[in-house]
Every structure is written in structure tokens, then in C-alpha cells.
T-cell receptor
Framework: EAEVAQSPRYKITEKSQAVAFWCDPISGHATLYWYRQILGQGPELLVQFQDESVVDDSQLPKDRFSAERLKGVDSTLKIQPAELGDSAMYLC???????????FGSGTRLTVV | ELKVEQNPLFLSMQEGKNYTIYCNYSTTSDRLYWYRQDPGKSLESLFVLLSNGAVKQEGRLMASLDTKARLSTLHITAAVHDLSATYFCAVGYHTGNQFYFGTGTSLTVIP
């Protein structure tokens, strides 16, 4: 069964350091989403791509977060500098342009110390 | 502003009992998902509901959708401990492929 691949699974970083997460969507899924899920809350959309273009990044803290999907396939989410409040699960999801096949990856658990 | 509300937020139930989780949303949608999440894990897709009156069942879980009332329910029948998890509904919009999550319902099934 096709999966959304994410790495790393876990990341511990010190405050003010840079950190990056990687996501490889299901083949053929043009739409890619990055979500942040704080413990005890539902996922919150950070950025949505359609191919290599950003469709929605209205909730992305752009002073420290950046996301790219240069070739319209895999994607990287970066935080620089990391803050204690960034500790969360970062989830990647992908779907077909119609929205069908919406699937989540296993997530990256970030702890900022 | 789009809102997706689930209730209850916390649910503790005994094994063998039945219960229903509710998901209300504020604007017209063309699809609704239910997910299960175990502690520290990602989201596992349970159901996708695409039309008014849609009903899907898998084991002890049954989901339904009433688009006119903007309401979906997740019904648990004869609960077992293995169903303990957090359950999320997510409301989708074809335009822009947007998905908005509810607050989640933390379910604990007590032996």
C-alpha cells in the first residue's frame, strides 16, 4: 500500500538551532500539506502545495518557518531558529488534486529544549 | 470563519456500552473524514463520507453524514478497550482541497 514517507521520526533540538523535516508524498499526489499538531489539539494546517506552488501558507509563521517543494514531488519544512513553543508533531499529508486519497505520513515528533 | 466542533472532548465508557461522537461544521462541505490517533502516532484514516445520508461501518464503528444539518456522527457499538484513542473528524472542501480538523474526542474504554 502506498505511503507518505516522513523523516526523521523524532528530533530533539536546542532552542535557536535550525531544524528541517522531509516528506515524500504518494506518487501522483499533486497536493501536499504540512500540519502542526500540538499535544492535545487537532492538526493545524501550516502550508499547502499544489505541485510546486504554494496554495495556502496563511498560518505559517514566516519569520521562522519556510517550506519548499522545488520539483513538485518531495517537500522540506524548515524552522530557524527553533523556539520552545515549536515542540509538536509535524505531519505531512498528500492527496490527488480532487482531494481524494488524502493520506497522512507517520509524522515527525519535534522536541525543542 | 470555518468551525469544526466535536463533542464530547473527553469520553470515558465501560466495555460493552454504546456511545456516539458528534462532529458539527459551520459551512457546506463535500466530504468528511474520520481519523483515529493513538498516543504519539500519526492519524489513521477510518472513514470518508462523500454524500448526504452516507453511512459506513467497520467493526464496532459506524459513521454517518447529514450534510443538511452539517453533522456527522461516529457511533461506537459494544466498546472494547482497543478502541481507546483520540478520534478526529476533518471537513473537506473540493475547492482548494482544504481540510479542517475538529478538536478531537479522547476516548477511554474501561474494562
Amino acid at each position: 500500500e502506498a505511503e507518505v514517507a516522513q523523516s526523521p521520526r523524532y528530533k530533539i533540538t536546542e532552542k535557536s538551532q535550525a531544524v528541517a523535516f522531509w516528506c515524500d508524498p504518494i506518487s501522483g499526489h499533486a497536493t501536499l500539506y504540512w500540519y502542526r499538531q500540538i499535544l492535545g489539539q487537532g492538526p493545524e494546517l501550516l502550508v499547502q502545495f499544489q505541485d510546486e506552488s504554494v496554495v495556502d501558507d496563511s498560518q505559517l509563521p514566516k519569520d521562522r518557518f519556510s517550506a519548499e517543494r522545488l520539483k513538485g514531488v518531495d517537500s522540506t519544512l524548515k524552522i530557524q531558529p527553533a523556539e520552545l513553543g515549536d515542540s509538536a508533531m509535524y505531519l505531512c499529508a498528500s492527496s490527488l488534486p480532487s482531494g481524494n486519497g488524502y493520506t497522512f505520513g507517520s509524522g515527525t515528533r519535534l522536541t525543542v529544549v | 470563519e470555518l468551525k469544526v466542533e466535536q463533542n464530547p472532548l473527553f469520553l470515558s465508557m465501560q466495555e460493552g456500552k454504546n456511545y456516539t461522537i458528534y462532529c458539527n461544521y459551520s459551512t457546506t462541505s463535500d466530504r468528511l473524514y474520520w481519523y483515529r490517533q493513538d498516543p504519539g502516532k500519526s492519524l489513521e484514516s477510518l472513514f470518508v463520507l462523500l454524500s448526504n445520508g452516507a453511512v459506513k461501518q467497520e467493526g464496532r464503528l459506524m459513521a454517518s453524514l447529514d450534510t443538511k444539518a452539517r453533522l456527522s456522527t461516529l457511533h461506537i457499538t459494544a466498546a472494547v478497550h482497543d478502541l481507546s484513542a483520540t478520534y478526529f473528524c476533518a471537513v473537506g472542501y473540493h475547492t482548494g482541497n482544504q481540510f479542517y480538523f475538529g478538536t478531537g474526542t479522547s476516548l477511554t474504554v474501561i474494562p
